[in-house]
């Protein structure tokens, strides 16, 4: 009893200190401030990490929302023992010959057989409607977010002049607009990692669950640092190509290639333009050079002013890919344009 009580009390001691290590004022703010100044007064309302709880409700109501999106009952092929059999040892294609003895031992058409065959065939795959189901509403949400995400911040005097992103930091108060932005933002891509497993399975599954991760986990740290001007900036610009992408996606699966083939073309230049051109130019360029015009050395500021920030590393994920998600990229190229000349060019840039 004793040492089970010595080693429950030394848990929550060593608990508490890495706790007070990992909030140490010096790690995350600059000379002079403290934690103290970040509390909600006078009606100016602070980033907290207690707020980020929320995700975790909201994710479920995604996925409810989701599951009644995707609701539609699929054709399932009869019971039929005979046919089962057949299907199950035999082949999943029976010739015309076999088609014609299995209708006369169990009593349907040819057709019907047929029929039967071809429903049975597809319970073992996922259906292109599932496909095409699952792109929609990654799509919806995309472009509702970039819509809303613009809307949050197109009145923003940062949005225009990228100094007053850094102004103040890090006492700048949130407004209800970004609040609500990083929330949902957060919220739907921790329903997407809880209902992987459940989706269609693709070669590129370890790499979507490191994406989803690490998205999740650079969200929340620049949320705790305040990085929120910025943050939503970035969150903004990977919406506008990711609503795309999904759009070729529907468009693919519905055998609609030649509309297909054009929406990825506005895809490949939108997704070229804004991690290559757009993320160096502003974003990066607002997060080396200001930063150090306005605060002394502290801890956090190689993450705030350098390439190691989380908003750069957000930003740059698509651009400087690691190898496995090089491949999974290229997969995505491939599976909607192979083996089109745009395919080829595609592969290449992501190279």
Known sequence: ???????????????????????????????????????????????????????????????????????????????????????????????????????????????????????????????????????????????????????????????????????????????????????????????????????VKRKDFKEWIIHHVATIILISFSWFASYIRAGTLIMALHDSSDYLLELAKMFNYAGWKNTCNNIFIIFAIVFIITPLVILPSWILHCSLVYPLELYPAFFERPFLSGPGSPLAIRGTLCACLSPPLKVSLKRYFCDILHPTWLCKICVLLAG
């Not at 429903?119 to 472009?143: C, G, I, M, V």
């Open 1 to 199: 009893m004793f040492l089970l009580s010595f080693s429950a009390g030394l848990g929550l001691s060593l608990g508490s200190t890495l706790y007070d290590y990992f909030w140490w004022e010096r790690l995350w703010l600059p000379v002079n401030l403290t934690w103290a100044d970040l509390e909600d007064r006078d009606g100016r309302v602070y980033a907290k990490a207690s707020d980020l709880y929320i995700t975790l409700p909201l994710a479920l109501l995604f996925l409810i929302v989701r599951y009644f999106f995707e609701l539609k009952t699929r054709l399932r092929a009869p019971p039929n023992a005979t046919l089962e059999h057949f299907y199950l040892t035999s082949g999943k294609q029976p010739k015309q010959v076999e088609v014609e003895l299995l209708s006369r031992q169990s009593g349907l058409s040819g057709r019907q057989v047929e029929c039967w065959f071809h429903r049975r065939r597809n319970q073992d795959r996922p259906s292109l409607l599932k496909k095409f189901r699952e792109a929609s509403w990654r799509f919806t949400f995309y472009l509702i977010a970039f819509i809303a995400g613009m809307g949050a911040i197109v009145d923003k005097p940062w949005f225009y002049d990228m100094k007053k992103v850094w102004e103040g930091y890090p006492i700048q108060s949130t407004i209800p607009s970004q609040y609500w932005y990083y929330m949902i933002e957060l919220s739907f891509y921790w329903s997407l990692l809880f209902i992987i497993a459940s989706d």
